[in-house]
């Protein structure tokens, strides 16, 4: 992801996450810690190409890295492509990333009424290991706290197909 994706990312971003939306000042500040030498933090993002050869952002997804801990930031895939194993695609680069900052572990959270990304998680590997009460404003939902122990193991996992 570079700075000219952030206004169709944003885009997706409040289609898929309506009440909790990052901002534009947010996505900047995440992309700056993505360059340079001391980076850690690495975005990305999915792109088709129309039939009159226009190209569009479908996907997209960032990880930060921090004491040998990743952290997935964020993960999305417009609404027309679910189900399409985009998401997974999204993820295993997050986790091949998290290979790369040396990451022990990855964490994340997730709404608890997520079960279609909880599901997707837990197909490579992610425990709930905790909840986070009223962590997502409004509405004080709570948020499931998921780890995955061993991010190399996971990806190899889920490249020699044992996707069920
Ligand atoms: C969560 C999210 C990223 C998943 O994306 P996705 O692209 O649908 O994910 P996948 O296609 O890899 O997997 C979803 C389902 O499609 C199935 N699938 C994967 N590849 C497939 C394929 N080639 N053909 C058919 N189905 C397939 C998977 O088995 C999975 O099924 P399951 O949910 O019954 O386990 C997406 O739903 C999303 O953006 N949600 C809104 C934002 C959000 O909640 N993000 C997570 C915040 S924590």
């Known amino acids: 992801m570079r700075w000219w994706d952030i206004a169709p990312v944003l885009e997706l971003e409040r289609a898929l996450f309506p009440h ?14 993505a360059r340079g030498a001391n980076a850690n933090r ?3 993002v999915a792109e088709v190409v129309g039939e009159a050869g226009e190209v569009r952002v479908v996907g997209y997804a960032g990880l ?3 004491d040998g801990t990743g952290d997935v930031q964020t993960i999305a895939v417009a609404r027309e492509h679910w ?5 997974a695609r999204l993820l ?3 986790l091949t990333t998290a290979n ?3 990451c022990r572990e990855v964490l994340l959270e997730v709404r608890v009424d997520n079960t279609r990304a909880q599901r997707l998680y837990e197909r490579f590997g992610f425990e709930p290991v905790g909840v986070r009460r009223g962590y997502y404003q409004p509405g004080n939902i ?4 998921m780890r995955l122990s061993d991010p190399l193991s996971a990806v190899q996992g889920m490249s020699h197909g ?3």
């Open 83 to 87: 189900s399409t194993g985009l998401g």
């Open 92 to 94: 295993t680069e997050l």
């Open 64 to 66: 930060a890295a921090v």
């Open 142 to 145: 709570d948020a499931l706290v």
């Open 20 to 33: 909790d939306a990052w901002s534009k000042g947010l996505f900047w500040s995440e992309l700056a810690h």
């Open 162 to 164: 044992s996707q069920d």
């Open 42 to 44: 690495r975005y990305v």
């Open 100 to 102: 790369a900052f040396e």
